[in-house]
Structure formats: C-alpha cells, structure tokens
C-alpha cells in the first residue's frame, strides 16, 4: 500500500511573504515547494474519494517524441504551461481542527526540481534492450508514493531511443487533479500544432446528436388535419421515447446498485483481479493499432469507431480466456467493464491555454465529475470475426438509451452528504471489486503536435490504483490509436501476449469487413 496515498497536510499559519508573487520555477527554501495562500478551493467529491486508501488512484501517461529531449527547454515550457494551471501550483491542505473538515486545494510555489525528474538509468540495460527499460521504469512509478506535501504531479524524462520513438515522457498525476479527458485537454492545451508551431492543435469535432428521441418535430404547413395526425404521432413517439429511456435507465441503476451492495456479481475467471489488486505493481504495456483499419470496419459495416473499438475488446478477451482455460467453444461468458464517464463539460484547449497564460480559472470549470457505466463484454468463439462487432454494437446502442452515468454520479453524490466519504468509498470499491475490468477510449489530435519544440509521435495513457487487475485503454492519434493496458503482473503475466490476441483480432475483423465489401460489390460469396 503507498504509504503517502492517505497522508494530509496540517493547515498551519502561512507566514510566508504573500506579498511576493508565486514564483513559477523558482527553487524554494530546502528544496521544496513554498505554501503561498492566495486562494483556496475545495477537493471535489471524487478527488476525495481518489484520496481513501482503497483508491490510490494515479493517472501515468507516456508521449514518446521524435528528437532527444532538450531539458532546458522543457523547464521553460513547463514553467509557462503546466506548472501555471491552478491545480499544478496547488496543494492539497487539510485543517484537522475542523469539525468535519474538508480538504481545501491551496495555491504554492512550484519547485520544478521537485517534478522534472531525469533519472540515472543503467547505459547497458537502456541500449540491450531500450523498450523493455522504458517500460520497466514506467511501470516502477506505480508503487513509488507520491509526496503529498508539494503539487502532485511529475514529469520523468527518459532520453533514450526506443523502437517508437527517440526519446519520452512519463507524466504521473494524481487522480484527484482531475479526470482522464480533462488531463488529456490540458496537455494538448500545452502543446502546438507542427504545421504551424504558434496555432494550437486541431481536435475531431464533437459528434452531435440531431436532437433528443423523445423531441417534438416543429410540424410544417400542412392540412388541419395532417398536422394533427403528425403531431399525435410525434407526441406518441416523444412519449414512447421517454418511457424506454426511464424503463433502461431504472434497470441500469438496479443493476449498479445491486452490483455495489454485493448482490450481484461477476464470476471469478481468469481476468478478474484477486483481493488487494489495487495495492499490487502495475506493468503498463502497450501496442499500436491502425485507425485506417478500425474505420474501414466502421464505415464497411456502418458502425461507429466506439462499436469497432469494443468489439475488438471482446474479441481479443475471447482468444484470451479460451487459450487460458481450454473451455469449450461453445460456452459463452460475460464479464462487465466499469466505464467511468465525464459529467464535467470540459474545457477548450483555447480557454485551458488562457488559463495557464494567466495562471487564474477564467470561469473554466475543472476538477473531476465521473458518472459510472457497466459495459458487458460476451466472451465466445463466433465463426465470423464480425460477430463481435455486431453485438458490441447492440450493447452500445441500448446504453445509448439510458441515464446510467448520470443516475449513478448522483447517487454517489447523495451518498457521499448523507453518510460521509467512507460510505461514498465502500458503494464503489464494492463497485469495482464485482466487475472485471475497466474500459476507457479517448479521442486525440487529428494532427502532430509539439511539446516544447519535440514533436509527439505516440500518446499512451494508463491508470493505477484501483481494484482491477486489468484496466484497458485506447488512445487515438493523427493515424493510429494506442491500446494500452495496464495490468496487476501476478495476474497477466503474459500480457504481451493479451496485446497479440487484441492485434490478431482487429486483423482477422478487418480482413471480415473486407470480404463483405468485395461480396457487396460483385454480388459472389468469397470462399473464406
């Protein structure tokens, strides 16, 4: 267990010179950060909760770059970016003479040589082996605690050349700083594009619902009564609508609650994590799928990237759990994925970009807001590949239909005022102990960006702390997407080998869609 997860400041007398100004990359007395109390904001209700012992929660992304890193010049981009926003010059503070007192995010001077570490790595073991030493190291950061007295976060610069790029970065946040989409937002925010080094990057626009199911169409110019019959059919349809959301969103919460109150239950398979996961190293391994492949699929079986992306996830579960156990083909499986999901409109990279220029909010909301999701995964041997897509899809559909995260944010909220953080505590961990996995996709530049004059070839987000033993994640990029999957090693010691099943899957679904197009175009079955 990190002994620094539960640790909590004394708030005490601040008497230092608040007059100065918060001195960004400066080095403070004895080496370490210096309070300055110049504002105070509470610790939301989830990054509470990321500060239980049961929920060490830390997120630890890797960005491998194109050049050798230019220390002096990441200080300087660093100084100017991250360290200004106000949760990375903030500690977190707790007055203990309080009665039922809550931390309180206090704004200090950031020490960068207290979070841009550059460690003396062994020569002979980064150039025998440079991606085995890259991820060794990365995966080392999540049993090392975090010193809770100073911002909490760290930038680790590995300047070595790898099969994927000529150097990298490991940032490691804690959870409690902020959610996985808004940390992703911020450091784009931090970066520039490589077409242009003074214009921000470019991001996929957000998809757009037309509109919600149960909307009432503006009825046009019509006969009286035709616009009467479109108006009763509208009103019929708005009203089915409505019953079918509030009918899927009443099970999906039934299905939660049951779930975090320990009656209802995974199965114990080879995937799901013994007792005390969340205290146990973590390997973060990773692997580079084509996004040309994922949306061929997409667009050949009229499917949506996310469809495509978790059929992949079951498929390659599927090769998994049947070479590991030697069931059965014909048996079936379902695990569940809990999918954590942001409430919180997150900021533009333009209004975060201003927020780290003037080193203020601007209004911009930010913390971490998570509404909880369970996702099944059907684990079978299907003949055809597209199969798994196919019911993916239909899983995904029908939680389209449903408040499940929204339901679930609340709730937790409500638990968490009438009955303290331990309860909010014990309703998840429950949560995460009766489901499988965890599952998150998201959604990067379309573009190459720089960071500090080093363009970003990869981006490979992971997170540790939580009661999974397995936790996968994709990560799209210009024209790839990153599956990363960080795992407890004494449950997957072969994850290498899990990434294989995931590559193989996506081959063998890809090759599927093809013989469907060619069979569309000319109208003659293909022999498989």
Known sequence: MDPGASATLRKRALSVDTAAAI????????????????EEEPVSPTGRLFREPSFRCH????????????VPALRDGVAATLARHPRFCSVQVLDESEKDARPKWVRTAVNLDNHIIVPDLDPAATSADPDKALEDYVSSLSSRPMDQSIPLWELHVLDFPTSDAAAAVALRVHHSVGDGVSMLSLFMACTRSAADPDALPSLPPARRRAGPVYA??????????????????????????LLVLAWHTAVDVALFFATAASL?????????????????????????????????????????????????????LSRYY???????????????SAVLVNLRPTPGIQTLASMMETGKDNGARWGNKIGYMLIPFHLARHDDPIEYVRRAAKVANRKKSSMESIFTFWSGDMVLKLFGIKAAAALCYNMFTHTTLSFSNMVGPTEQVTFCRNPIV????????????????????MNTVKLVLSVDESRFPDCHQLLDDFAESLRLIREAASRKSEEAQDGTPIPS
């Open 23 to 38: 001195g960004f990359g400066s080095k403070a007395a004895g080496g370490r950060d210096g309070a300055v109390a110049v």
């Open 59 to 70: 997120i630890v992304a890797v960005f491998g770059l194109a050049a050798p890193v230019d």
């Open 216 to 241: 009432v169409p503006r009825p046009t110019a019509a006969a009286g009564g035709a616009l009467l019959l479109d108006a009763l059919a509208a009103l019929a349809a708005w009203v089915v609508a």
């Open 264 to 316: 209802l239950g995974d199965a114990r398979t080879v995937l799901k994590g013994e007792g005390g996961t969340e205290f146990r190293p973590r390997r973060f391994v990773n692997r580079t799928l084509s996004l040309d492949d994922i949306k061929f699929v997409k667009n050949t079986m009229s499917y949506t990237v996310n469809d495509v992306l978790l059929g992949i996830t079951s498929a390659a």
């Open 322 to 336: 049947f070479r590991k156990t030697g069931e059965s083909v014909s048996k079936s499986v379902t695990v569940r």
């Open 458 to 477: 990869y981006i490979a987000p992971g997170t540790y702390g939580h009661p999974h033993a397995l936790t996968i994640h994709y990560q799209s990029y």
